[in-house]
């Protein structure tokens, strides 16, 4: 697995969709969360799992 999981054109327009100001946070939250979950590939439906986990 690389260091830093590929992320879906889809996850990633969904990434804009957050905030500037704590983007590059969440980004590593959810670089985070697919990396404990050994995923390679980073879809919207892990981004919504670390929305729904981080309270947002």
Same mark, same amino acid.
């Given at each position: 697995?690389? &260091?830093?999981?590929?992320?879906?054109?889809?996850?990633?327009?969904?990434?804009? &969709? /957050?905030?500037?100001?704590?983007?590059?946070?969440?980004?590593?939250?959810?670089?985070?969360?697919?990396?404990?979950? %050994?995923?390679? /590939?980073?879809?919207?439906? /892990?981004? %919504?799992?670390?929305?729904? %986990?981080?309270?947002?």
């Amino acid at each position: 697995m690389a &260091d830093s999981p590929r992320w879906t054109p889809e996850a990633k327009a969904k990434l804009k &969709d /957050i905030p500037f100001f704590v983007r590059v946070q969440a980004r590593a939250r959810i670089e985070h969360l697919a990396r404990t979950a %050994e995923l390679d /590939i980073i879809t919207v439906a /892990i981004v %919504e799992q670390a929305r729904l %986990e981080f309270g947002q």
